[in-house]
């Protein structure tokens, strides 16, 4: 039983940086509307969204990872 304390601080940490990574992303598209350049219009600014939405999917998986062992530990802590 050790781990759930440190299994919860790594959820809360990836839960904070994918919620950066959202921001991050939000603001990036919301910048390209701003400046009236359609997001993906240049091949620096399609690289860079793109760049950032392969991050936040990847992060994704790490935080569902996370949860997954957050419920296996819970579920075994409560069954005995």
Do not use: C
């Not at 936040?56 to 996370?66: C, E, K, N, R």
């Not at 062992?69 to 819970?74: D, F, I, S």
């Amino acid at each position: 039983m050790s781990d759930n304390p440190s299994l919860f601080r790594r959820f809360r940490s990836h839960l904070i940086i994918e919620t950066a990574l959202i921001l991050a992303l939000l603001v990036y598209v919301l910048s390209g509307k701003d400046h009236g350049v359609g997001v993906g219009v240049g091949v620096s600014d399609t690289v860079v969204g793109v760049g950032l939405m392969v991050l936040l999917s990847q992060w994704t998986l790490y935080t569902a990872q996370d949860v997954l062992r957050l419920v296996v530990a819970r579920r075994r802590r409560i069954s005995g």
